[in-house]
């Protein structure tokens, strides 16, 4: 996916790209932060899951990866004919694209019902995005929740995020697919500066930029549905970071399936 000696800097080009990302990142940290046993770490999976929760009341999520299961799926069945295509690895990867859906068919519902009806989720929720608003002596319940066993904790946690595993494994497989579906270009960004416009028979769903590690600059992206810039900048430990005085040489995949 990335060479171990870059670092990507990924740009969604539209609304179901950019949240498949944020349910992509909010897993990854909940699955970091499940496994542990200690009050903080389970702190961290709370806020998790209550930006998890925070995404479900802002759409669908279920049905929002269920459709794009099923685009990649008829995009990919019609290329079975084409006489390059290596027929197995693609059945396969069929499979496993209606595998996921089955498996997002058959959660039960409403998704993730026992998270959305606890009382104490529900309290958190409301001051989930305030400055240190849930602090002790604003959550008593909280509180008390937290001073339980740890083993009583550890099982709401996982109940709480069990409906999400089939989200997980079915945003990781569109992720993956739709991140392999272009090979990197060498690019050179004059001044720092660098815009192209995109192919407007294409489905682009998402920008990937790598840079080496160890580079003092970053890309800061601005997409639209014709065309995209990348403005090259220099990280600052103090201070404003200031453009590319030079010409920055970058990989560039513009993701198209």
């Not at 993730?112 to 409301?126: H, P, V």
Request: net charge negative.
């Amino acid at each position: 996916m990335t060479p171990p000696d870059f670092v990507a800097y990924e740009q969604p080009l539209n609304e179901r790209m950019r949240l498949l990302l944020r349910v992509e990142f909010v897993l990854r940290t909940l699955h970091d932060s499940l496994g542990g046993d200690q009050i903080w770490h389970h702190r961290a999976t709370v806020a998790r899951l209550l930006d998890l929760a925070d995404l479900l009341t802002r759409s669908d999520l279920r049905l929002e990866v269920i459709k794009e299961l099923e685009r990649l799926a008829g995009i990919l069945t019609s290329m079975q004919r084409a006489p390059e295509v290596d027929r197995g690895r693609l059945q396969n990867v069929l499979d496993q694209l209606d595998e996921e859906v089955d498996r997002l068919h058959n959660v039960p519902l409403p998704f993730a019902q026992s998270l959305l009806e606890s009382d104490m989720i529900t309290q958190l929720r409301k001051r989930h995005n305030l400055a240190l608003g849930n602090c002790d002596f604003d959550q008593p319940a909280y509180r008390y929740w937290l001073a339980r066993p740890a083993a009583q904790r550890e099982q709401d946690l996982n109940a709480w995020a069990e409906p999400f595993s089939s989200l997980g494994s079915a945003t990781a497989l569109i992720l993956t697919l739709i991140r392999q579906s272009a090979g990197s270009a060498v690019e050179s960004a004059q001044l720092g500066f660098y815009q192209r416009s995109l192919d407007a028979g294409q489905s682009h769903q998402l920008l990937r930029i790598l840079l080496p590690l160890g580079s003092p600059y970053y890309p800061e992206v601005s997409a639209g549905r014709h065309r995209f810039s990348i403005r090259f900048v220099r990280y600052c430990d103090r201070g404003k970071p200031l453009p590319a005085d030079e010409d920055v040489e970058f990989r560039l995949m513009c993701c198209s399936l």
